[in-house]
Every structure is written in structure tokens, then in C-alpha cells.
């Protein structure tokens, strides 16, 4: 497997030659066909807004768990608070510091898209309302800017990806300008963590996503499977984005480039003691725009079937939608 994995930066893309373009799309298109992997630099973000959504979810986990129940997500396509594990109390010895964090494994609060309008039937399948806090104004204001940023940063990888295989620009944006998204805030225990340590196979089992692709804020340490079977462990380069595929870009490209199936690895040694926030932005298509796997050459011809791009999305989260909905599916 070629190891080396491509930092695309958007500002030079734009820039740079249509020779020099020509060669990057390439190394690109050879990652995303090998590992579904690649780094994303030269966007353009806010100064310490990242971090800012970071502290607020840190915020939020230390929050005593009567207050986070109030917005468990109910579904695996909902937004909220999502627990892992049951609190696992501190040792005796003290050894672990008194943070709440290090009584348990929070995994992640989604926050996303919603349909404000509540015009669709179906909102609580495309566009599930938002579990909120009570007194998260600030978080709320956070994390609207922030994924309004990686709104606009997902569509330019729409651009880029399109470009990298000869379509017109608009081909995956113009089937994202109503896309659902989720916006994950995960807490990563340090490697002596109680609910850490008793409950290693979960934390460390393969998945693959399910959207268009991933952008992810890694401190932990990612690892990914290739084409080939083989593994690699990769951090992010300071001031990039991890990006990943997901299955729904996977159909779309019939094949030609791979979801990945990935794991978050045990942190360093030099980490040990140390929680860490992540950030994950998980990005579709438009709920009901049409998935038509790209035909060959540029389809990798694995025969995916079509599908429309939520239901592709919530048949791999598991989600059943009613038949009484009326649906056109």
C-alpha cells in the first residue's frame, strides 16, 4: 500500500497550475481509492472557534448526568447526548483526579441540521430537532458558527472531489444545499480511565461512516483499513482536517473510492493520563436527492444499487421509517 497520505491545501488548489492540479487530483484520487483517507489544510476558519466549541463540549460533559439525560438521543439518527457506558465511579486510591469526566465514557453529543419551517413530514427522519441543555446559550452560539464554517467547508470538498474526477463542479454541491449533517463533540478518556480500560472492545472496533465524508478535528490517533487489508495510524497535521468517506460517497462512486473502516487507537503513552475532545462533522446530500452510482470509467463499476441519499444513510444507522409516513421511497 502507498503510505503516504495527500494534505490537500484548498487556498493552493485554487491557486496553483492546471498541471500542478492535475498531479495533486491524481495523488488524491489514488488515497481515496486505496484508504477513503485524506488531510484538508488552507480552509478558512475563524481564529480559536474550534476551540471554543471544544471547551463548550467539555462544558457539557462535566455536567452532572441528571442534567445530560434531559437530551439523550433516542435513535441512532438523532440528535443529543449519546452515553456509552454507565458512569464507573472513581478508585478508592484517588489516583484518578475528581473530574466527573473520569467517572465514565460520554461518547459524543450531536448537534444538527434542522428544518426550522417544519414543512416536511418526514423532519424527524431527515432533520431531527436538537437536544439542548438548559442555560446552552453559549454552546448553542458556538456550535452555530462552527458547523455554519464546516458547512461551508464540506461544500468545497464537494467542489474538489468533483473536480478530481472530471465533473463540473456543482455535480455533489448542487445535491447538498438543503444536505443533512451531523456535528459530533466526543470525549476520549485517557487510556487508565475505569470505563476505558473495562470496556476496550467497544471502544476500539472497527466502523465506517455512513454519509458523503467526514471532517474530523483529531487529537486522538485514527486508524483506517485499506483496500488491500492492511492498516496505517495517522494524527493530523497541525492546522488540518482529517476527511474520511462515507458509504453514501462509497454507492455514489460506485466503488471507484472506499468508506474506510476505522478505529480511534489507544492513546500514547505521553497521553495516558490526559482527556481529549474531538470534533467530527459528518456530512450528506440533500434527504431525498437521488444517488445514481457513476457509471464507468469514472464509476469503479461495483454495481451499487441507486438509492435515495437519507434513506441509504438511515438503512446503515439501522433506522426503520415507518410505512404509514407515505413515503417515496
Known sequence: MHSAIPDIDLSQWRSVSASRRAVLAADLDRSLRETGVFFLSGFEMPMGLEEALKACGRAFFELPNEVKKSCVAETASDHGWNLLVEDVPAPENGRLPTSPLHHGHQKAFRIGRENLAEEMALDRFYYPPNRW????????????RYTACMTRVAQEVNALLAEVLGLDADFF?????????????????????????????????????????????????????????????????????????????ERWTDGRWRAPQYRFVTPSSLLREEETI???????????????????????????????????????????????DNTSW
Not at 448542487?174 to 471502544?203: N, S
Request: charged share 15%; aromatic share 8%; with cysteine.
Open 173 to 249: 454541491a448542487g445535491h447538498a444545499t438543503e444536505a443533512c449533517w451531523t456535528q459530533h463533540v466526543m470525549w476520549h478518556p485517557p487510556a487508565d480511565c475505569p470505563a476505558f480500560v473495562e470496556r476496550l472492545p467497544a471502544r476500539r472496533r472497527f466502523g465506517a461512516d455512513v454519509g458523503l465524508f467526514t471532517l474530523r478535528s483529531q487529537v486522538v490517533e485514527l486508524q483506517a483499513v485499506s483496500s488491500s487489508g492492511e492498516y496505517s495510524t495517522w494524527q493530523c497535521p497541525d492546522g488540518s482536517l482529517i476527511v474520511n468517506l462515507g458509504s453514501l460517497m
Open 133 to 144: 441543555p438548559e442555560s446552552a446559550a453559549t454552546l448553542r452560539l458556538i456550535a452555530s
Open 278 to 324: 474531538s470534533l467530527a462533522f459528518s456530512f450528506e446530500a440533500d434527504p431525498e436527492a437521488w444517488i445514481q452510482p457513476l457509471a464507468e470509467p469514472i464509476g469503479g463499476g461495483a454495481g451499487h444499487e441507486p438509492a435515495l441519499s437519507r434513506f441509504a444513510v438511515l438503512q446503515k444507522l439501522g433506522v426503520t421509517v415507518p410505512s404509514d
